[in-house]
């Protein structure tokens, strides 16, 4: 809450890494996070793979991809 509340007041986006679990991700999500990666996510993968991982989403567990911003590193 310190940290994204700091960025807001700098006027900077926060980014959250290490999400694992949809709760950490609601959470951070209700916090005002706008951006995130982990392995809730994906698993790291070879940037060649990461076309495929996108125009997967929104099939079955990768549904939260589709549902907000995402910054995958």
Same mark, same amino acid.
């Given at each position: ?21 949809? %709760?950490?991700? @609601?959470?951070?999500?209700a916090? /005002?996070? =706008?951006? $995130?990666? *982990? ?7 070879? %940037?060649?793979? @990461?076309?495929a991982?996108?125009? /997967?989403? =929104?099939? $079955?567990? *990768? ?11």
């Amino acid at each position: 809450r310190a940290v994204v509340g700091l960025g807001k007041s700098l006027g900077i986006e926060t980014l959250a890494e290490g999400i694992e679990t949809e %709760a950490q991700f @609601l959470r951070l999500r209700a916090e /005002g996070c =706008g951006q $995130g990666q *982990g392995y809730l996510f994906s698993r790291p993968l070879a %940037a060649a793979d @990461l076309p495929a991982l996108l125009r /997967g989403a =929104g099939e $079955g567990s *990768g549904a939260v991809l589709a549902s907000v911003p995402v910054c995958l590193i």
